[in-house]
């Protein structure tokens, strides 16, 4: 899809990186997932719990994000799309 936008200077192989990570940043929702579905359906636990647990994951993620997108990707040859 990126390839067909015709937009000049966008990096597609770094935008799809980018867009896989925060796609996969579905923690805090119980409805992300059929097994959260199923979990929490089964009183297994509550949303709250899944809230708290899914935002401390998703702030390690992030850092873990910034910190790949300043350092590995320059040396894998991506460029930053931003400017």
């Known amino acids: 899809m990126l390839t067909a936008v015709q937009t000049p200077d ?18 805090i929702l119980s409805v992300n997932a059929p097994q959260k579905m199923i979990a929490l359906g089964m009183d297994t636990f509550e949303a709250r719990d899944l809230i708290k647990t899914g935002l401390m994951i998703a702030l390690a993620a992030t850092a873990l994000l910034v910190i790949f997108a300043l350092t590995d990707w320059p040396w894998m040859g991506y460029r930053s799309t931003a400017g």
């Open 10 to 27: 966008t990096n597609v192989i770094g935008m799809t990186m980018r867009l896989q990570f925060v796609v996969r940043f579905g923690f």
